[in-house]
Nanobody, 123 residues
Framework: QVQLVESGGGLVQTGESLRLSCAAS????????MAWFRQAPGKEREFVAHIFWSGGSTYYRDSVKGRFTISRDSAKNTMYLQMNSLKPEDTAVYYCAATFRIASTNPQAYDYWGQGTQVTVSS
């Protein structure tokens, strides 16, 4: 079992920045990858970015490339999402997720989820 707790969401204006954190506990040594997903009202949950826990390689959805940066601090068992140049279309509940398997853009590949943190970007 892995427990995930997100923090750092909030209300910002267009162009501003936020940093989300996801603190992991439990069987973190078995985690192979972690990811950020988001879900806007009335829409399906969508992939944002993932990171391989050991090597640190990353992958992003096209719409956030160059604006968002995913990172992790293995010593603290914490993953981050630095979000710059935020846009109203980034408004969503952001979830962190962890898997013992292969990193994927498919949410079904992830076994553990946080409770989510709201990000709202006003125009």
């Amino acid at each position: 079992q892995v427990q995930l707790v997100e923090s750092g969401g909030g209300l910002v204006q267009t162009g501003e920045s936020l940093r989300l954190s996801c603190a992991a506990s439990g069987r973190t040594s078995s985690t192979s990858a972690m990811a950020w997903f988001r879900q806007a009202p009335g829409k399906e949950r969508e992939f944002v970015a993932h990171i391989f826990w050991s090597g640190g390689s990353t992958y992003y959805r096209d719409s956030v490339k160059g604006r968002f940066t995913i990172s992790r601090d293995s010593a603290k068992n914490t993953m981050y999402l630095q979000m710059n140049s935020l846009k109203p279309e980034d408004t969503a509940v952001y979830y962190c997720a962890a898997t013992f398997r292969i990193a994927s853009t498919n949410p079904q590949a992830y076994d553990y989820w946080g409770q989510g943190t709201q990000v709202t970007v006003s125009s």
